[in-house]
């Protein structure tokens, strides 16, 4: 398993793989626009990932400033908005076929380390209540702690319409290192 950095370089690449991982994990309500995500992905100043088996995509994470985020529910009420310290973490995925090998955690971990050699101090994030649990259990296990939750955030009838939005606070560097 290979995990490494989307950007404007290889993102055609691995495009459509990545949209049908994604139409495939979240109901309508959640899914991006396609531009949405490769703006997301190709930003330099983000940490996006794919992990790969060959040839074949197996999971991604996406995610940005929070401040390129302003227009969501969650990030337009955070208090570190405009600080430039915040990633915010938009999406992560895996294929249907890899879920419950750890890739996600994988996935997670490689954002959370290089989010902080990139100098952000929390990495935020939302999580829809029941639908995406597997996700929050993932994030709590990580260090995420619910800021606040959001009702009827999505344009759906599922239920709960309820999303959690959480801060994972990474560790400060040590300056003599």
Not at 79 to 102: E, I, K, N
Not at 107 to 115: G, M, N, P, T
Request: glycine share 8%; hydrophobic share 35%.
């Amino acid at each position: 398993m290979d995990i490494e950095r989307l950007n404007k370089h290889n993102w055609a690449r691995y495009r459509d793989q990545i949209l049908a991982i994604e139409k495939n994990a979240y109901e309508a309500a959640r899914r991006d626009e396609p531009r949405t995500l490769e703006r997301i992905a190709c930003n330099p100043a983000g940490v996006s990932l794919v992990a790969t088996e060959g040839d074949q995509v197996t999971g991604f994470c996406l995610a940005g400033p929070l401040e390129d985020f302003s227009h969501v529910h969650g990030p337009n009420t955070d208090p570190t908005l405009s600080s430039r310290t915040t990633l915010y973490s938009a999406d992560t995925c895996v294929a249907s076929q890899w879920r419950g090998r750890g890739l996600g955690r994988q996935l997670k971990l490689a954002q959370l380390v290089q989010a902080a050699g990139a100098g952000y101090r929390i990495v935020s994030g939302r999580n829809r209540a029941g639908l995406a649990h597997a996700m929050w259990v993932l994030n709590r296990s990580l260090g995420a702690r619910a800021l606040h939750l959001i009702e009827n955030d999505y344009a759906d009838s599922l239920e709960p319409n309820l999303c959690i939005y959480y801060h994972i606070t990474l560790p400060v560097p040590d300056e003599g290192q």
